[in-house]
């Protein structure tokens, strides 16, 4: 199971494209991760 979170970990982190848009399709209503302070970042457990 600890594997399989790591797992999720890479992959989350792989839908964070270059300009710090989110191409995750239930996150296009978030705004840019460069215009957002680190707080606002949230990983999900």
Same mark, same amino acid.
């Given at each position: 199971q600890?594997?399989?979170? #790591?797992?999720?970990?890479? &992959?989350? &982190?792989?839908?964070?494209?270059?300009? #710090?848009?989110s191409?995750?399709?239930?996150?296009?209503?978030?705004?840019?991760?460069?215009n &957002?302070?680190?707080?606002?970042?949230?990983?999900?457990?």
């Open positions: 600890q594997m399989e979170h #790591g797992e999720t970990m890479r &992959s989350h &982190s792989q839908f964070i494209t270059s300009d #710090g848009h191409t995750m399709p239930n996150a296009t209503d978030e705004p840019p991760i460069e &957002s302070g680190p707080d606002h970042i949230i990983i999900p457990e």
